[in-house]
């Protein structure tokens, strides 16, 4: 007969994901509370996220936390969790983590399986509720009723907070005890509490110094957009106010790591991976990006970033990432016309943003993606005609790939009144763009589809009651 502990690793073994992992987060057997760490997409989008991985790091390093994972499946039947096959119902805390809108649909699934689609007064004791994650910065209210608390914005010191309020109360064995604890929570900053506190008086928690957080790869995958690749955030926001993004008007003011903390990462990681990956809005604004570019360069580190600025990126660190192998950049024009271009606080014409992809074919790198969208305010006929007069410049200097999105407009952005494109215009400028861009030379492109934008514009302004609705019910 198999011991708990021999069927354990023998599941571990048989277990294709965990099989492909190095895990860094020691897993305690025994915690005062058993939480799980739900990602409503797939394992290899989740794990590529670094803020799950955060969250995932955080609750484990408390002796009276253990945080177990569960990512969605439309097939999955088991509800179980991925280390050690508990059912979702047993955890003491299930806690979603959002990043991208049309994740709600898949987290409202999972809610009504687990039978936990109801208001959180009709769910007096555990288990706990909690939502987090990048969108919440945006919009929090979609799942709010359903929700025992909300974490909006950066969460790492709210939700550690949260935990300490917790062990204090040891268990929520009535609903008395329950409500006392949600009173004490939604006091703290960034925490919304339906029925406690208001939706309109709680701010996105924004944490201040970087350094207090390590917030980098606790799990090596194969399995992932950034396979075995050991990942480091160097800056959290951004500082250029672009009018139609969130990342600069939501997401806090400009804050890098320092450039001791993050190499102290880069020699950690570099332990088990050559591989080193930076994350940030904009990676060519970190004000130590020469320095860094250097001592990557000298521990022959194999460098990928998640993002350029156009306007600041300079030849030491593209000449980094082309010697570490790195063959493609990404550059974000958002407008092929540069009046459009500067309606949207994006000041930097055609010529300059030639004289960036030269600049790059210099250093090494091969190919260029460019970022574009369509429908944006007062675009013109002509403006989606210049998309493709300038990636046809483009294209003589270097191979282009074109990723065309749709604009959809955010709340808490300048651009947040303005209306989502008629579905008439954005499909009319989808097949003018597939006519004049198909068997171009030196040119592939992929163009976004108008429902996706659609439901991603209802829920980036959907109040608490968006599931009640029809509407609310449909497959992404």
Partial sequence: MKTAESWVNSYFASNPLLRSEINLVPLKKNAQFKTVLIYPNSYHIAMSNLGFQAIYYCLNQRLDTVCERYFYSPTDNTLQSLEYRHSLKSFDIIAFSL???????????????????????????????????????????PLSKFADAVFVGEAEESLLQFMDVLSRYKNLGSKDKKESFLNEIGAIEGIFVPGINHANSVKPQHIRDLNKFCTASKILSSKTEFANMFLIEISRGCPHRCNFCVTGCVFGKFRSRSLEAILKNVDFGMQYTNKIGLIGASISDYPDIDALAFELEKRKAVVSVSSLRMETVRPELLSLLSSSGQRTVTFAPEAGAESLRYSLNKKISNQAILDKIRM????????????????????????????????????????????????????????????????????????????????????????????????EFELSFADEN???????????
């Fill in 360 to 455: 790059a074919k210099v250093c090494g790198i091969k190919i260029v993606k460019l970022y574009f969208m369509i429908g944006l305010p007062g675009e013109k006929d002509k403006d989606v005609e210049k998309i493709i007069l300038f990636s046809a410049q483009a294209a003589r200097i270097l191979p282009i790939k074109l990723n065309i999105g749709i604009f959809i407009p955010k709340p808490k952005t300048p651009f947040e009144n303005e209306l989502l494109a008629e579905k008439e215009v954005i499909m009319a400028r989808i097949k003018f763009l597939r006519h004049n861009l198909s068997g171009k030379k030196n040119i592939a492109f992929r163009i976004s589809g108008y429902s996706e934008a659609r439901k």
């Fill in 99 to 141: 990043c991208y809108e049309l994740d709600y649909y898949n987290a409202h699934r999972l809610l009504k399986r687990l039978g936990l689609n109801k208001n959180r007064e009709d769910r007096p004791h555990m288990p706990l509720v909690i939502i987090g994650g990048m969108v919440n910065a945006i919009n929090f209210m």
């Fill in 466 to 476: 968006f599931f009640d609705t029809s509407g609310g019910q449909a497959s992404p």
